[in-house]
């Protein structure tokens, strides 16, 4: 009877610590590169609240608007990110894309608030922050060659030299590298021309002159285009490039091809997000020290079409491919 007992006080105590574990209220500062209302980070909020799963959470978010030129935005944002770490003193801050993680994130390298990152385009070396013990996360690895393939399914000509546009931020120095590592492995096309604009009048010309140069372009990066007070918005710039251009484009996010871009495999934001929650939940519940718990990359695309744009170009696609995807009907600027 002692025995029984006692088993039934460890249980009570077991049932009473998981009951406390549940009832704990979690604060988590969110600090996003851009901002909230872009679907790229909403998807990753999304991902990383599903990871954790059914915990009560404290979300404070703070967006640094990092492809706004104007009065210094990003840089209040920081001392405004700061100033909630200081006050709020949350348990764990949630980093989306590569310059939150070099702005907040070298703030609080091996402070003893964990860190969680997703979306990073290069390399938490490239930020001195790959031995930091208090932060791991999820790196964003495009799908290029599975995209190519894609591009090569939809698009009835011939798909072998290509151009690359990427505006000036250095992000895009890792994914070049990349691209010319995956080109010289795989050998299915030549990337022959990499332009780097610095306004939509310079991106303009370079689409304009490669038309009968190149078989396809990637439109990767076409955010920093700056019209000298601010940059241009990316969906303008789509839209004219499916408006003017008559080359196969690709590129590798969802936003993209529903502003007209032809195809991506898609990098997801959720896909980013949802694991990097997951490493939350060990952190925060299970106490798992984030030392302890290895950076981790997504590795599965999902093909996105364009159906506006390929019937704007005259596209025959196989149903086939279709079924397979997810597909934008209409051009977002269409009523």
């Not at 590169?33 to 609240?49: L, V």
């Not at 402070?111 to 996360?137: C, H, K, Q, W």
Request: aromatic fraction near 8%; charged fraction near 25%; charge should be negative.
């Amino acid at each position: 009877m002692r025995a029984k007992g006692i088993f039934f006080l460890l249980v009570l105590l077991q049932v009473s610590v998981s009951a406390g574990c549940a009832a704990e209220r979690f604060r988590i500062l969110n600090v996003n590169s851009y901002t909230a209302e872009w679907s790229w980070t909403r998807e990753q909020i999304d991902g990383i609240i599903e990871g954790i799963g059914n915990q009560d959470l404290e979300l404070r978010t703070v967006d640094l608007d990092a492809k706004s030129m104007s009065g210094g935005r990003p840089e209040r944002r920081i001392r405004m990110a700061a100033e909630i770490t200081e006050t709020r003193e949350p348990h764990l801050i949630f980093l989306t894309d590569d310059t939150a993680l070099e702005k907040i994130g070298t703030l609080y390298a091996d402070s003893p608030v964990p860190v969680v990152f997703s979306g990073i385009d290069g390399d938490p070396s490239d930020y001195g922050l790959d031995e930091a013990r208090n932060m791991t996360g999820v790196v964003e690895r495009e799908h290029f060659t599975g995209t190519i393939r894609l591009l090569k399914s939809i698009w009835a000509g011939e798909i072998r030299r290509i151009a690359v546009i990427l505006d000036s931020s250095p992000t895009w120095d890792r994914v070049r590298e990349r691209m010319e590592e995956e080109t010289a492995r795989c050998g299915i096309i030549e990337i022959a021309e990499w332009i780097r604009p610095e306004t939509f009048d310079e991106f303009k010309s370079s689409m304009l002159r490669i038309q009968n140069m190149v078989d396809a372009v990637g439109v990767l990066g076409i955010f920093n285009l700056s019209d000298g007070a601010t940059f241009t918005d990316y969906g303008e710039i789509l839209r004219w490039t499916a408006e003017n251009s008559r080359l196969p484009d690709f590129s590798f996010w969802s936003s993209r091809v529903e502003r007209g871009t032809l195809c991506a495999l898609m990098v997801s934001g959720t896909e980013q997000g949802r694991p990097a929650g997951k490493f939350a939940r060990k952190i925060l519940v299970e106490k798992v020290p984030p030392s302890a718990i290895a950076a981790a990359q997504t590795t599965t695309g999902h093909p996105v079409i364009s159906l506006a744009r390929t019937k704007k170009m005259g596209i025959g696609i196989r149903s086939a491919i279709l079924l397979e995807s997810t597909v934008f009907p209409r051009f977002l600027w269409d009523k």
